[in-house]
Every structure is written in C-alpha cells, then in structure tokens.
C-alpha cells in the first residue's frame, strides 16, 4: 500500500513537472516562432527596399533617356537657328547643347553598366549619337563658312536621316525594355510590401499569443526579467552602434561636400582660364589682322603723300613730273580703296561688280602685273585653253585673287621655281566638285614647285587668320578671301598638295553662255554710262568739313551749284529758304541723325526730291530698308565716278511719282 502511495506520489510529481514544463515549451515555440517570424520579416524589408532600389533605378534610366532625347532636340533646333541666322552666339550654344546631349548619353551608359540586356542598346546608341555627331558638325562647319545654302540642304537631309531614325528607335527600345523592367520592379515592391505587412499583422498575433502564454507562465518571470536586460543591452549597444555609424557617415558626408566645393572651385578657375585663352586667341587674331592691314596702307599713304608732296615740288618747274607724281598718288589712292574693298568682300558686306570675263585675255592682260609682283627668279608661263568660254564675276576681285594666290606660289617657292598659270574647261555633274551644280565650268589653275602642304595644313588652309608664315609676313586672310569670293560667284575651289612637291590650286567657276554675259555686260556698261544733265542746284549734307568742302568743289567742278550743310538738322531750313534744290546728297553715318533717318523725318513737300547717299561702308545698304529706292554712292570716288551717280540720281528720282501723287 505504501508502495502504491509513493508511485502515485511520483506520479502526481510528474505530472506537475509536467504541468511546468507545458508553459515552458508553449513559451518556448512562441519564442522559436516570433524569431522566425522577425527573421521573415527581416527578410521581407530587405527585399522590399531592394525592390525600391532597382525601381528607382529604371527611373532613373527612363529619366536620362529622356532628357538625352530632349537634349538632342533643343541642340537640332538650336543648330537650325544658326543655320539660318548665322549667328554665332547660336553656333557656341548649340555646340553646348550638343556635349551636354554626350554628357547625358554617358550617364545613362553607367546607369545601365550592371543591366546587361540594356548593354547593347546604349551601345548601338552610341554608334548612332557618333554618326550623328559627324553630320551635325558638318552642317555646323559649313555655315561657319559661309555655305548657308549647303548648310541647309545638308540640315534638310538630316531630318531623315537614317541615324536620326536610329537613335530614335533605339531610345524607344531602351525605354520600352527599362518599362518593362519597372513593371516587374514595381510588381515585386508591391509583393514585398504585402510581405512585410503580413508578417507586422503576423507579429502581432504571435504577440499577444506570448502575452498570454506569460501570464500562464508566471514562474518564468525572472528568466522573462533576465530576458529582457540581456534584450535590452542589446538594443543599447544596436544604438551605440547605429550612433557610431550616423557619426560617420556624417563625417564622410562633410568630406564629400568639401571635395565637391574644391572640384567646383577647380573647374570654375579652368573655365575662366580657358575663357582668358579664348580672349588671347581672339587679340592674336586681330593683332595679326591689324597689322597687315597697317603695313598695306602705310605703303598706300607713303605712295599718296610723296607724289602729292613732289607734285607741289614739281607743279611749276615740270609740270609733266609733276602729272606723273599725280598719277602714282592716284594710284595709291586707288590700291588703298581697294583694299578696303577686299576686306569689306572677305566680310561679306561689299557687293560684287559682276561682268562678262574672258579669261585666258585676263590672264594675259596681267602678265605684266604678275611679273612685276612675284620677281625675275621664277619663270612664268602660261597654257590658255578656256577658249571662248566666260565667265561673269568682278573682275577686279578675280584679278586680286589670282594675284594672291600668285603672291602664295612666290613665298612657297622661296622666290625661285617655276609658276604655271592655265585656264581650261570642264563639264562636272552635280557634287562632283565640293557643292558644284551640274553645268560647264572654266578652270583656272595655279600651280608651283615649292615647298607643298600636309594634310594638316590643308585641313585648316581656308580658315580666317591661319597662316603658315613668320609673324608680320601674312595676316591669314588671303586664301579666306579666296574662299570667300568664290562661293560669291557659285564656284569652288580644290587644293592639291604634297610636302615636297608643290601645290596646284583650281579655281572652278561657272560658264555663262555667250548671250547671257553679252546682256549682263552690256547693261552693267549702260548702267555706268553718264548721263548729260543742266546745272542743278544740291543740297549737300556732310559733318565732315574737310569732305563737305572736296565735294563742294567736285559739284562745282562738274557744272552744278551745291548749298553746304554742316548738320542734318539744318537740311529742313535750307530747303525752305532754297526751293530751287533738285537734288541731295547726304552722308550716312552722322551725329544725331543717320542720313535715311534724315531723309525720312524731312517735311512731305519735299518728297520730291531725289537723293543720293555717299557712304564709306557699302554693307550699309543690306542694313536698313531705307536705301532701297536711292542710289548709293561709295567712298572714295573720282570724279567720273560722282559724275555718274549724280546722272543716276537725277534720272531716275525714284520719288517723284509720290509727289505728283501727292500733288
């Protein structure tokens, strides 16, 4: 009996260990459970944030497709501007649009560095932006110089271009395939959200199961107690630990700001030096400019002033010497008026005097010339083959531009060699010849035996400033001015050239048929032809009393009786006071008033009259609209030249039939 009593003591024991032990293993698997569970959760935030990253990601990548596609449309319409306008501010800003569109084409290269699927479309998208590249430049350097209408057709081309379509369709794939990848990217945020919100509700289930399971297992409070020091260090040292990471991360943070003000600072002082080297470039240019222009014109101005000074030396002992005298000035007079001219041509601001042109007779009329120019050290010979075939340019520009490239041969060949100079013919189709139309053409080559060109320099042979010559022997402009006059007459020019072994210059010029130059030639002669008119009265307007008394004395000289005026706002009141006036010349860069400007604020009663402006800069006629119906004198002229002007202006008095209107 009493061993039957101690086994159902035992076993009583047993079951109240037993008893105790339940709470402990339910309190046990709650623990095990919450742990997973946080575990889960855990996991479930780090994939979410991972599915944030890479959805920001694809953003990103959208985002500089983009702003690549639209930075590459501002730099097309930006370069369309220049195109038309020829500005080139615009021409720099479009050249700045057009890095940054490079600038944002790499950065979407690293943003798809680790997408490999992306890989080879930003690659292809490359290739394409490089080839797009090289057209665009292309239009850009020929509107530089001047080929607005190549510049344009090239333009025109462009817009469907098979590379413009390309870089189209490729940034379509890659914003295609990156929304696709954020559809999925953003598929999986939504799953990794959904995640962790189950695993919070979840949590706090098995939470409030543990809160119960506490309550049951009271015995277990100490070892809770222990529990939660031991969590509760833990959780300090977690935020020790996440202290000492804000530390430094704050610390890295201000290292990170601190080099990107230096690099700042670093690329600022490179800007400005480089906008200083700019500047530097800019005044040597002008400085070599301005030199040559002063070393030509005090030449003129020594010819000018000693004839003038031996003419008065002369006038009364020899008055033959002294003609003579007065013809050399003259004639420096008349270089120096040219030069003007050419410089104004090289600017595109001085129109061209065309006419009909023989020439294999120009080159034979300039052989004197050219022999005089280059020396007795280099043989000359000529091969004349156009053979009735003309030309309609401005002679005198012709005839300079052979003489310089006459001048360019002699330094070549150190001033001993042999120039050929010949003329031929040639029938091109259309491009055959850099932008040539498809016609007849006559050649005119220049070819000598010096010192030849490399590939380097004939890249940059036409650009204005560039020369190859010592420091004060050339100011660069004279094959620009070639170029220049050339395209002016709808030609072309080719250079051939090895180091060594010469250079041959080709000029190509259009024909004009027989009939065509005849008209044009003969219109232009009738155009200059003078007219006899009877003595007219002429107001003439000019600040300048040095030049209001010389063309005071040229109207007196050629028969007419002018009324000075020192200020245009003293035209009205002479009028008034002289109602004989029929006719008046005015200067155009005045104080105060312009002489269109003049002209336009006089009283409607004095419409009538006809006017002649005289101007020393002839760009100004393509300035203003108010030139349009009078004629247009430019300094310096002769006699002949005023005489026939003045013949225009009173022959045509494109005004009067306002005034009989009016009337």
């Known amino acids: 009996m009493a061993q039957g009593d101690f086994t159902d003591t035992e076993r009583s024991g047993g079951r109240g260990m037993a008893r105790r032990a339940l709470p402990l293993l339910l309190v046990l698997l709650l623990i095990g459970s919450l742990g997973a569970l946080i575990y889960s959760a855990s996991n479930a ?40 306008s020829l500005d080139t501010d615009t021409g720099r800003l479009f050249q700045d649009q057009w890095r940054g569109a490079a600038s944002q084409l790499k950065a979407l290269h690293y943003a798809t560095r680790h997408s490999g699927w992306q890989r080879g479309n930003v690659q292809a998208l490359q290739r394409a932006f490089d080839d797009r590249t090289k057209t665009l430049n292309d239009i850009a350097l020929r509107t530089t110089y001047g080929q607005k209408i190549g510049a344009l057709g090239r333009f025109h081309q462009a817009g469907s271009s098979r590379d413009l379509k390309r870089i189209t369709a490729l940034l379509d794939i890659v914003i295609k395939a990156e929304n696709a990848r954020l559809r999925e990217r953003s598929l999986a945020v939504t799953l990794a959200g959904d995640r962790t919100q189950t695993m919070g509700r979840t949590s706090g289930l098995l939470g ?52 990107y003000e230096r690099l700042k600072q670093e690329s600022t002082e490179r800007e400005a030096a480089e906008e200083h080297l700019r500047q530097m470039q800019k005044m040597d240019a002008v400085g070599q400019l301005t030199g ?7 030449n003129m101005l020594a010819v000018v002033v000693g004839g003038l000074e031996l003419a008065k030396r002369k006038m009364r002992v020899q008055p033959e010497e002294a003609g003579r005298h007065l013809d050399n000035a003259m004639e420096g007079a008349s270089r120096a008026s040219a030069l003007t001219r050419r410089l ?28 005089r120019t280059i020396g007795d050290q280099i043989r000359v010979s000529f091969t004349q083959n156009a053979q009735g075939w003309r030309i309609f340019v401005d002679q005198h520009q012709m005839e300079n531009a052979i003489l310089n490239l006459c001048v360019n041969a002699r330094d070549a060949m150190d001033g001993r060699g042999q120039l050929t100079l010949s003329t031929g013919r040639a029938t091109l189709a259309a491009d055959e010849i850099g932008e040539c139309q498809a016609g ?27 020369t190859t010559k010592p420091v004060g022997k050339g100011t660069g402009l004279g094959l620009s001015q070639i170029f220049g006059f050339v395209r002016q007459c709808e030609g072309e020019i080719r250079i051939d050239s090895q180091p060594g072994e ?75 006071h002289n109602s004989d006036i029929g006719l008046i010349i005015s200067d155009v860069l005045m104080p105060d008033l312009t002489g269109p400007e003049m002209v336009k604020a006089l009283p409607a009663a004095y419409a009538h009259i006809p006017v002649l402006f005289v101007t020393g800069y002839a760009g100004d006629m393509t300035e203003s609209a108010d030139f349009a119906s009078h004629a247009v004198l430019r300094k310096p002229y002769t006699l002949m030249a005023l005489g026939q002007a003045l013949s225009q202006a009173l022959s045509e008095s494109p005004r009067n039939g306002t005034a009989q209107a009016a009337e």
Not at 68 to 78: D, L, M, P, S
Not at 359 to 370: C, F, N, T
Not at 527 to 555: G, Y
Request: with cysteine.
């Open 208 to 259: 409030l199961a543990l809160l119960v399971c506490v309550l049951f297992a009271a015995w277990f409070a100490n070892s809770a107690l222990t529990d939660r020091r031991n969590a509760r260090r833990l959780a300090e040292a977690e935020s020790e630990r996440a202290d000492r990471l804000d530390t430094a991360v704050r610390a890295r943070t201000a290292e990170l700001t601190e080099a």
């Open 344 to 371: 104004l041509a090289f600017a595109r601001a001085e129109p061209l005097l065309p006419s009909a042109v023989d020439p294999d007779a120009l080159l034979s009329g300039m052989a004197d010339l050219i022999d």
């Open 292 to 298: 040559g222009i002063a070393h030509d014109f005090n």
């Open 45 to 84: 935030t780090r994939d979410h944030q991972q599915a944030l990253v890479e959805q920001r990601r694809s953003f990103d990548i959208i985002a500089l497709a983009r702003a690549f596609e639209a930075r590459t449309a501002r730099a097309e319409v930006t370069l369309a501007r220049y195109v038309i």
């Open 502 to 576: 010469g250079t041959s210059v080709h000029l190509y010029m259009p024909r004009r048929t027989g009939d065509a130059a005849d008209a044009l030639g003969q219109e232009a002669q009738a155009n200059q032809s003078p007219v006899e008119h009877p003595p007219t009265r002429i107001l003439v307007v000019e600040d300048d009393p040095r030049v209001l008394n010389q063309t005071m004395a040229a109207l007196g000289e050629l028969g007419h009786l002018p009324i000075a005026c020192d200020h245009p706002s003293k035209a009205a009141r002479l009028l008034s």
């Open 440 to 466: 007849d053409y006559v050649t005119l080559t220049v070819t000598d035996d010096g010192c030849g060109m490399s590939a380097d320099v004939l890249t940059r042979v036409f650009e204005p400033f560039f």
